[in-house]
């Protein structure tokens, strides 16, 4: 249980381009997801919290005009990278949670595979 | 500002050598702490997790962390590590004075295990 798929898996686009990823919890239906972002040999930074129905909260930082989040469904989040450029390169993660864990485990995040963004 | 730190940045191993990759945090109050591993190409996956309870945590694949609350340790051991297990680890935690909504991670360990 509680898995969590992102695709694409890679993508290579254009300086200037935009491009979409999408998150999708498998087996149940996730109200939060998060976005992080992982730098090539360093850690995973989140970006930001993807409420379902209502508007991301972004970290400090983080550009929210630049990265779009779209929470529409219990079971997809998507993010956006607008005007994409060289330096947007790098590994997209996202992790939901299962709102319907017991105690503490409400808190614990599952992650997806990753997205990797080549911007050329 | 909270923070979770790994102090071993990189650990060169033999087979059947012992580990312990250390794990700080500076939160106060109740922590939930997880330790994941990220495999050469993979995505992260759970080791084992904290939350209460019996401080010695007992995860997949042989792994075991201990919670020492005094040092705001969670350190992960394994007694024999395998060429398998070279991989990047990972500590991270939630909890404290930012609440449980969002896991800070540490900065990562890469283990390179020789045959």
């Known amino acids: 249980g509680a898995v969590v798929s992102q695709h694409p898996s890679w993508v290579i686009c254009k300086s200037g381009t935009s491009v979409k990823i999408e998150c999708r919890s498998l087996?149940?239906?996730?109200?939060?997801m998060f976005w992080y972002r992982q730098f090539p040999k360093q850690s995973l930074m989140l970006m930001a919290t993807s409420n379902e129905g209502s508007k991301a909260t972004y970290e400090q930082g983080v550009e929210k005009d630049k990265f779009l989040i779209n929470h529409a469904s219990l079971t997809l989040s998507t993010l956006t990278v607008t005007s994409a450029h060289p330096e947007d390169s790098s590994f997209y993660i996202c992790?939901?949670?299962?709102?319907?864990?017991?105690?503490?485990?409400?808190?614990?995040?599952?992650f997806g595979p990753g997205t990797r963004l080549t911007v050329t | 500002a909270q923070s979770v730190s790994q102090h071993n940045h990189h650990v060169i191993l033999s087979e059947a050598a012992s580990l312990e990759l250390g794990c700080n945090y500076s939160y106060g109050g109740t922590v939930n702490l997880f330790w994941y591993v990220q495999y050469p190409g993979q995505h992260l996956q759970l080791l084992l997790k904290y939350f209460s309870g019996d401080p010695l945590v007992k995860g997949i694949k042989g792994f075991e962390a201990e919670f020492i609350k005094s040092k705001f340790s969670f350190n992960l051991r394994k007694p024999s590590v395998q060429w398998s297990d070279t991989a990047e680890y990972f500590c991270a935690v939630n909890g404290g004075n930012t609440g449980f909504q969002k896991l800070v991670f540490g900065t990562g360990t890469r283990l390179l295990v020789s045959p």
């Open positions: 992790s939901a949670r299962d709102p319907l864990a017991g105690g503490p485990s409400l808190y614990e995040q599952y």
């Open positions: 087996d149940f239906q996730a109200t939060t």
